[in-house]
């Protein structure tokens, strides 16, 4: 099975020169922990919840900060034609719970999480790996 079958399509973004309040409400709305961030229609970084609140507020940023401060540019993804299994090992030894998923020209295509795995097997071994204890968290 290939990720275009389970990913998510249709994926919003933001621009990096979007505020932070602007897409936590976004991220509000959508009921998601992360926006991709595009510009000139391609993926120039990712911005978590967990972006906005360990860069941006425990830093004393407030909520008109532009998203390129706080943003994650190096930016991991897959390929939408990759098959289940091997996206599935590369997110655990990430320690990832989602990735963004790319057509073979780099353009943003959708979104994979662990919650699109269909088999249990896939996702317990993800699951397994992104549990896994991290290095500590640098900016």
Do not use: W
Request: net charge negative; glycine share 8%; hydrophobic share 40%.
């Amino acid at each position: 099975m290939k990720i275009r079958d389970v990913m998510t399509p249709a994926v919003r973004t933001a621009a990096p020169d979007a505020t932070l309040g602007s897409v936590a409400d976004l991220m509000r709305r959508l009921d998601s922990g992360v926006v991709p961030i595009s510009e000139n229609d391609r993926l120039v970084g990712m911005i978590t919840d967990r972006d906005i609140t360990i860069r941006g507020v425990a830093e004393g940023k407030g909520p008109e900060t532009l998203v390129r401060d706080v943003m994650t540019a190096e930016v991991r993804y897959c390929f939408e034609d990759e098959d289940l299994d091997c996206v599935a090992e590369n997110m655990a030894q990430l320690k990832v719970r989602r990735l963004p998923v790319v057509d073979r020209n780099k353009r943003l295509v959708g979104m994979v999480s662990l919650a699109d795995f269909a088999g249990e097997r896939e996702a317990r071994h993800t699951l397994e790996g992104v549990s896994e204890r991290g290095r500590p968290y640098t900016t």
